[in-house]
């Protein structure tokens, strides 16, 4: 079941390209959503047993290996369609999904989860502070909020969220904003996290030199 607790208007805008690229998401070779996900599971967060915040959950492709190993985990979209099939994926009775645009205050309450995980999301959010407000107020102490995001370098060279809409044939590239690597890592200090891990990642067959694919950000509370 999907509960919604904001009003996300239909038809326009990134949810809506969202909920027109649900269909093929996952069918799609994506690369950069394939390293993400492999990043996610050697980063060796605490999750086993813990209370999990997912926000931009998706289709709910890390939803489903957190919700394995979680106490509890909420996860949490703006696009119907894509959580449409999220719930359809994980039948886990630990995981609930919630329709939310991650832009409004959050649904939980404060001090309520043990780690926050944020795959690909902030790069469709313009304005980061409120995402990191509220992760500060709904993490416990010592909690943490890991981010996974496009390198802004490869933003730079032009890379971003795309998908061949089925209904036109057309490629739609999904709105998105620069964030520099200091905005995500002062943006996480302002709040009043520590940084515990920067890292920047390549394909494994990338050369040494080419530009980095994602990078990924542990914070602590
Ligand atoms: C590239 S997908 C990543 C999905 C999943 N995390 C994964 O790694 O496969 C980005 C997701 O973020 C969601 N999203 C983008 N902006 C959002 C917002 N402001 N509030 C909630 N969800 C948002 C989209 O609907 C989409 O499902």
């Given at each position: ?8 208007r239909?038809?326009t ?21 394939e ?6 599971r ?6 086993a ?22 106490a509890?985990?909420?996860?949490l ?9 999220a ?6 009775s ?14 939980l ?18 304005h ?20 996974c ?27 998105a ?45």
């Amino acid at each position: 079941m999907i509960c919604k607790m904001s009003k996300v208007r239909k038809g326009t805008g990134i949810a809506a390209a969202y909920d027109r690229w649900a269909e093929t998401y996952d069918a799609d070779p994506n690369r950069t959503r394939e390293l993400a996900g492999e990043i996610l599971r050697l980063a060796e967060l605490p999750i086993a047993g813990r209370d999990i915040l997912e926000i931009g959950c998706g289709t709910g492709r890390n939803t489903e290996w957190l919700a394995t190993q979680a106490a509890s985990i909420i996860a949490l979209d703006f696009s119907e369609e894509m959580l449409r099939r999220a719930t359809t994926r994980v039948r886990d009775s630990k995981a609930r999904f919630i329709q939310h645009d991650v832009r409004i205050r959050w649904p939980l309450a404060d001090e309520t989860a043990d780690t926050i995980i944020a795959m690909l999301i902030l790069e469709h959010v313009e304005h980061l502070k409120t995402v990191f407000a509220e992760a500060v107020r709904v993490l416990r102490l010592n909690g943490r909020l890991f981010i996974c995001e496009l390198h802004p370098m490869r933003q730079l060279m032009g890379g971003q969220a795309q998908f061949s809409n089925t209904q036109t044939g057309e490629l739609e590239r999904v709105g998105a904003f620069l964030h520099n690597v200091s905005d995500f890592v002062n943006g996480g200090l302002s709040a009043g996290f520590e940084v515990r891990r920067l890292d920047e990642w390549r394909d494994p067959e990338a050369p040494s030199d080419s530009i980095p694919r994602l990078l990924s950000l542990q914070l602590r509370l």
